[in-house]
């Protein structure tokens, strides 16, 4: 999935779409954050961040716990989050 499919969703009346778009953006930027980060321990990352690197690791694991408790609410508000992207 890529972050303007998720467009239609964003702009929705419906809350749980809105949240269903907000969930499938964070983990598009967290995989690539990962990738940025795995690249860059492999020593293959073909530039130099701006910020430091553990700069960048603090926010994916910021982005992680995101990710979860977003899951743990989707439990609670019955929101499949899987349906309908």
Do not use: W
Not at 55 to 75: C, N
């Amino acid at each position: 999935m890529k972050i303007e499919e998720t467009a239609k969703l964003m702009v929705s009346d419906e809350y749980k779409e809105r949240f269903k778009a907000e969930y499938h953006q964070l983990r598009i930027r967290y995989r690539k954050l990962f990738v940025l980060l795995t690249k860059n321990r492999l020593g293959v990352l073909n530039f130099k961040p701006d910020c430091p690197i553990n700069t960048l690791k603090e926010q994916l694991e910021a982005m992680k716990h995101y990710i979860a408790v977003l899951e743990e609410r989707a439990i609670m508000e019955n929101i499949d989050l899987e349906a309908d992207i």
